[in-house]
């Protein structure tokens, strides 16, 4: 199942950086992934400073 990024995010970037497929952009209040394209890697949830991506 793919991540998904909480409200929690403060939109620093790092996790869009660090994602290998490119599944990660930028979204009106907070960065958003596609679901289609995540892979699980945890590598977001990894560098993310407030833990905000997480698997659902």
Do not use: L, N, Q, R
């Not at 994602?19 to 949830?45: E, H, L, M, N, R």
């Amino acid at each position: 199942m793919a991540y998904k990024i909480s409200d929690e995010c403060i939109s620093c970037g790092a996790c869009e950086a660090e994602c290998p497929v490119g599944a990660i952009s930028s979204g009106d209040d907070k960065f958003v992934i596609d679901a289609d394209t995540c892979i699980d890697c945890g590598a977001c949830a990894d560098v993310c400073p407030v833990s905000a991506p997480s698997a659902d």
